[in-house]
């Protein structure tokens, strides 16, 4: 096992380098929101039910639906959820870290998606 100190902030840094997206292959019985979800905490090392929620980034039932019955089969989406960049395929997630401000004063928003 490879000891993480961590960073300056004594935030763990046990988790993907920050250029390196995480990528989670979704399994066949979870939904795509689902799988959202789960990447994400792992990438923020963060349980699930702590995260913000899925719906103020992308609405879950819509970002599912696409993906059902292939209705986008070679597409990608791509938003912001929980400080993160995500991009959503029909058999993965990917998730990179975004560039944290350094002051609390930053009021950007992450909450939205584009195709």
């Keep these: 096992m490879t000891d993480h100190p961590p960073d300056k902030n004594g935030n763990d840094t046990s988790g993907p380098p920050h250029n390196d997206p995480y990528v989670y292959d979704i399994r066949a019985d979870e939904s795509h929101s689902q799988a959202v979800v789960r990447a994400v905490a792992s990438?923020?090392?963060?349980?699930?039910?702590?995260?913000?929620?899925?719906?103020?980034?992308?609405?879950?039932?819509?970002?599912?639906?696409?993906?059902?019955?292939?209705?986008?089969?070679?597409?990608?989406?791509?938003?912001?959820?929980?400080?993160?960049?995500?991009?959503?395929?029909?058999?993965?997630?990917?998730?990179?870290?975004?560039?944290?401000p350094d002051t609390a004063s930053d009021t950007t928003s992450d909450s939205r998606y584009s195709f």
């Excluded at 019955?69 to 989406?77: K, Q």
């Excluded at 929980?82 to 959503?88: A, E, M, P």
């Design 43 to 100: 990438v923020t090392n963060t349980s699930g039910t702590n995260l913000e929620l899925l719906y103020e980034a992308i609405n879950p039932e819509n970002l599912d639906g696409l993906f059902d019955g292939n209705i986008l089969p070679e597409s990608t989406v791509v938003f912001h959820y929980n400080g993160c960049q995500v991009s959503v395929t029909p058999d993965t997630v990917r998730v990179s870290e975004r560039n944290k």
